[in-house]
């Protein structure tokens, strides 16, 4: 059984940075799609970023372009998301998901593991 742990979200201002890192556990994922998510208060959760096992493969939402850049190391099962710029509208519950399925992250939205998440929140 897997399990994903995401830790370094915080409170920063508007213009800011934070890196987010997902610690993979329980097995090895370094042939899963990786992914991060975030859920904003009163919102759905909607989807941020995904790569590949390999890294090769890399997606973002339009909202995050630019901004936002994932990453992932595989020897230490352990995934990034790095953010500057942070706005406001970026205040949100940030989950790490993982899946086999390049399809199910990035299209469904529907990995097979998630984690806890971890609050991040941009004030103005």
């Known amino acids: 059984q897997g399990q994903l742990v995401e830790s370094g979200g915080g409170l920063v201002q508007a213009g800011g940075s934070l890196r987010l890192s997902c610690a993979a556990s329980?097995?090895?994922?370094?042939?899963?799609?990786m992914g991060w998510f975030r859920q904003a208060p009163g919102k759905e959760r909607e989807f941020v970023s995904a790569?590949?096992?390999?890294?090769?493969?890399?997606n973002y939402a339009d909202s995050v372009k630019g901004r936002f850049t994932i990453s992932r190391d595989n020897a230490k099962n352990t995934v990034y998301l790095q953010m500057n710029s942070l706005k406001p509208e970026d205040t949100a519950v940030y989950y790490c998901a993982a899946d086999r399925d390049w399809y199910r992250v990035v299209r469904t939205w529907a990995p097979t593991y998630w984690g806890q998440g971890t609050q991040v929140t941009v004030s103005s």
């Open positions: 329980g097995r090895t994922f370094s042939s899963y799609t």
């Open positions: 790569i590949s096992w390999s890294g090769g493969g890399i």
